[in-house]
């Protein structure tokens, strides 16, 4: 049938099970908006309207991290373009499936500083997985199936299509097909895993570095099977938290830079470390010429181009992490290392602090309401690195947050993107009052969607994190940290339609929580934190990971 190129666009994503869309409308993309009235006004299709093109692109990345399914983002050409590219380089840095649609100025107006018009596919070069620069509207069918493809396949990452206007009107022949199958993975070597289950099965201190490959290859069962049958503890980045149960007294937690002591000695005197969908990011091994000295490094991973990038391994398998780990497990024996757990054991911090109203007490009164089958989604700062560290998180897909490219303001469009993504599930955000402030304005979009989404601000009136390194690394000279009290909390949710509350004390905390789930509708809970709650341990920046600062 002979269909226009927007109505082709339309169907195809119908074709890749596409149901909903995270998008601001424009001149440039109006014929597609057009074409979306018919897909929406019959139900096939929801379009979700944010309040900001950076909101959209996080609201599709939430919803990419927490179904493991590719988020679409529409927007417009120009400032609409430029304003995903924040939400597109952070999709990148953690491998979150995106594909984003630009409109673009037409044809015969590219290159002449036509209005609104950017080279959106020169400026997201270095952050997309791949990009298409339309200029026939015969290529536009390919060009969407192609991206659904290449977004999903091996290693996921977000892809734009920029889309010249006047191709959505013309006319083209359009035929129904199946989604593309995902490119073939690489085969891992049968010798390598054989190789790595004689050195699990004679190792005397191993140790598991498990990261978010883990969680995009859906793994979980295989590396909670690996680490019981060879009882071997395990460190999480934060891109795989949940993917091996906090609770587990073989779980480590989180390890790095705000990691636990226990799991940053652990892998100091391992004799073996397996990194399992982990990329050795700085944030984890500080020094990387001091990170595991001692221990024989192996590596498993998707991505050839991180094998050795940042530490030199032993070897390496080359492969899908849940096919690997499926033909590892028989090979390794159960095992036992009790002297190496007590160990681990005693490096245990035991003089740990407890604020009367702080991270403390507030992330397990938060856990006891709302349990472990909550999306808790998060900004950046320290309150990213509590929750982090004091929720225990034991399924993935339930943690939500920014990790390679530290984005403050990701948390609420994540948010966003995730309730829409799982309806009647609980979705939480945790911020802090800086990262709040940047894009607060996605509020009305949670009260035009009655999304009953919570929103916590850790409020300490500063920039905390950087604070924090200021009185650590630099004399306690706090530059453009302290932010002016001047919201009032209870307004402002209350002029966006949901329920605003400021509370001091857990009992007055869980009353607002009470107040606002029987509303049915969303909220705003500020915290007042002391100004001084600080995120500890801390490694000092390019440290080795073993100088863990534990406390004032």
Known sequence: ?????????????????????????????????????????????????????????????????????????FVTSGPGATNTVTGIATANMDSSPIVVFSGQVTVDSIGRDSFQEVDIVGITLPVVKHSFALRRVEDIATAVRKAFQIARSGRPGPVL????????????????????????????????????????????????????GVSISNASEQLTKLARKAHIPVGTTLMCLGCFDRRDPLSLGMVGMHGEKE???AYSHADLLIA????????????????????????????????????????????????????????????????????????KRKDKKISTFGPDTIFPALYEIFGEDTIVATDVGQHQMWTAQRWPFSKSRNFITSGGLGTMGFGLGAAIGSAQANPGRQVILISGDGSFRMNLNELITVSALELPIIVFVMKNQTLGMVRQWQKLFFERRYSATDLPDVIDYEKLAGSFGLIGREVGNIDALKEAVAEIQKSGKGGVIACDINLDENVWPIVPPGDSIVNIICEE
């Open 1 to 73: 049938m002979v269909l226009s190129g927007a109505k082709v666009i339309m169907e195809c994503l119908l074709e890749q099970g596409v149901d909903t869309i995270f998008g601001y409308p424009g001149g440039a993309i109006m014929p597609l908006y057009d074409a979306l009235y018919d897909y929406t006004d019959d139900g096939r299709v929801t379009h979700v309207l944010t309040s900001h093109e950076q909101g959209a692109t996080h609201a599709a990345d939430g919803y990419a991290r927490s179904t493991g399914k590719v988020g679409v983002c």
């Open 161 to 212: 299509i920029d889309i010249p206007k006047n191709l959505f009107a013309a006319q083209v022949e359009y035929e129904k097909q199946d989604a593309l199958p995902l490119f073939p993975t690489p085969k891992a070597d049968n010798e390598n895993i054989t190789r790595l289950a004689e050195a699990i099965n004679s190792a005397q201190r191993p140790v598991i570095y498990a990261g978010g």
């Open 263 to 265: 799991a940053n000695l």
């Open 276 to 347: 399992i969908g982990a990329r050795f990011s700085d944030r984890v091994i500080g020094d990387a010429n001091r990170f595991a000295q001692g221990a024989k490094i192996i590596q498993i991973d998707l991505d050839i181009s991180e094998i050795d990038k940042n530490i030199e391994t032993a070897f390496s398998i080359i492969g899908d992490v849940k096919e690997v780990l499926n033909r590892l497990i028989p090979l390794v024996q159960k095992n036992s290392h009790e002297e190496w757990l007590k160990q681990i054991e005693g490096w």
